[in-house]
């Protein structure tokens, strides 16, 4: 079983920054793939960022490569996602998720995939202010 928790959210101005943490319970926490999710009002949730099981490998979704940063931190048991260059369409709650355990994943087209993930933070709110 993994508990997560995000963390980090708030109101910020275009073009400011943040950074999300998500800690987690559980002592396999290195073995499964992290992603972050967000879902604005309205819409479906969508995928923002993924990384392995070992940190070697990341994933991004088109509208946020070159902003987003995903990295994670085995002894912290946490994965964050750095935030820059923040567009009033970054407005959403952001959701971290566990998955893949052992491995296995090795495609975008699976870390993208919300039904993929096991488990699922409560979320938190990342508001951006034109």
């Known amino acids: 079983q993994v508990q997560l928790t995000e963390s980090g959210g708030g109101l910020v101005q275009a073009g400011g920054s943040l950074r999300l943490s998500c800690s987690s319970s559980g002592r396999t926490f290195s073995s499964y793939a992290m992603g972050w999710f967000r879902q604005a009002p309205g819409k479906e949730r969508e995928f923002v960022s993924a990384i392995n099981w070992g940190g070697k490998s990341t994933y991004y979704a088109d509208n946020v490569k070159g902003r987003f940063t995903i990295s994670r931190d085995v002894a912290k048991k946490t994965v964050y996602l750095q935030m820059g260059t923040l567009k009033p369409e970054d407005t959403a709650v952001y959701y971290c998720?566990?998955?893949?355990?052992?491995?296995?994943?090795?495609?975008?087209?699976?870390?993208?995939?919300?039904?993929?993930?096991?488990?699922w933070g409560q979320g938190t709110q990342v508001t951006v202010s034109s």
């Open positions: 998720a566990a998955g893949g355990y052992a491995g296995g994943w090795d495609s975008y087209s699976t870390y993208n995939v919300t039904k993929n993930y096991d488990y």
